[in-house]
Each structure stands twice: as structure tokens, then as C-alpha cells.
């Protein structure tokens, strides 16, 4: 019978209790916004080792920074198209989004910064807490769709939208323009 290490054992454990700290950290699902008239900035704790799009020749320029990255849509209307950058440990899965009249005196929409593990621990929080909202928005807008109060439904749906930019929204949406202009119709 072979003999099993029991530090080998904790070290192991310690490793992937790091990792999944590590990973808590990482920016998931947060929506960049980005134009085809300026240039928007990224910033990290570290220099990224990677950063692409899928596809590959998604209408992006990105250009490095000494902790980070900028960013310009190459055409107006650019489609929204996954990020992925590894910097440090982490991983972090972003979303571009084409945004016409971004606010260049507001620093949120032109300077990404999780330039410290602070902010990012708060961007992390504040997408959880997006995420919730949105989440509790769509199940009582679901509820208002399944009992045909479509106005409140609908007004429900665009704030779910523009907490996350998810296309569940953006359907729903879309079958209550219908169904309303089907309502309308048939009055007439």
C-alpha cells in the first residue's frame, strides 16, 4: 500500500482554495460599452497575458497599455461580441457593446478600471447585485406577460434590458409589440 503525503494533501487543498478565490474575483458578464469616435480604456491589478474576441474578427480594435487595454469599434452599429481577457490568475468574460453618444465626461462609461483587486471585488459586487435585480425584474414581468397585463409587462422587460443587455428581454419585448398591435387590429 502506498503511503499518501499529508502535506501534499494540504497543499493541494490550499491550491485550490487560492484558485477559487482567485476566480471569485473575476469579472463575469460586465458589458463594455464602445464607439466608433474615441478610445476606451481598461485597466487591471496587472498587465493582461491574453485578451481576444470570438469571433476573431470581430469589429474591435484593442490596443495594449502598460495595465491594460483600449478599445474602438472598428464601424458604428458593431455587434455585441464576447471578450475574454486572462490577466494575473484570472479570467475575466466581458461583453462589447456598440454604444452611440457614450458620456465622455463620465468616467464609468470611458475608463474601466479594475486597476486594484478593491475595485474589482466592487465591480464583481455590483454586477451580483445587477444580477439579482434583473433575475427578480423578469420573474414578475413573466408573471404580469403570463396574465396579459402587457403594458406593465413590457415597461418590466426594458428595465430588466437595461440592466443586462440578455436577449430573453429583448424577445418578450418583441411579442408584446405583436401581440398589443394584434389587440389593436382586432378592435378596429
Excluded: C
Amino acid at each position: 500500500m502506498k503511503y499518501i503525503n499529508p502535506s501534499l494533501i494540504f497543499f493541494t487543498l490550499l491550491l485550490i482554495f487560492v484558485d477559487v478565490k482567485v476566480n471569485a474575483q473575476s469579472i463575469n458578464g460586465d458589458t463594455i460599452y464602445v464607439d466608433a469616435k474615441a478610445e476606451i480604456a481598461v485597466r487591471f491589478p496587472s498587465m493582461p497575458s491574453s485578451f481576444y474576441t470570438i469571433p476573431a474578427d470581430a469589429p474591435y480594435n484593442i490596443k495594449t497599455l502598460p495595465a491594460g487595454f483600449t478599445i474602438i469599434a472598428k464601424k458604428k452599429n458593431a455587434p455585441p461580441t464576447p471578450l475574454f481577457v486572462t490577466e494575473g490568475k484570472r479570467t475575466h468574460n466581458f461583453i462589447l457593446v456598440y454604444k452611440k453618444n457614450i458620456d465622455y465626461t463620465n468616467l464609468k462609461e470611458t475608463d474601466y478600471d479594475y486597476s486594484t483587486v478593491k475595485k474589482m471585488k466592487e465591480r464583481v459586487k455590483q454586477q451580483e447585485d445587477r444580477e439579482k435585480k434583473y433575475n427578480e425584474t423578469i420573474k414578475s414581468a413573466d408573471k404580469l406577460f403570463q396574465t396579459e397585463d402587457y403594458i406593465i409587462a413590457k415597461e418590466l422587460y426594458s428595465q430588466a434590458l437595461g440592466l443586462l443587455n440578455k436577449p430573453w428581454p429583448k424577445e418578450q419585448i418583441e411579442k408584446i409589440n405583436k401581440l398589443l398591435k394584434k389587440k389593436k387590429q382586432k378592435k378596429n
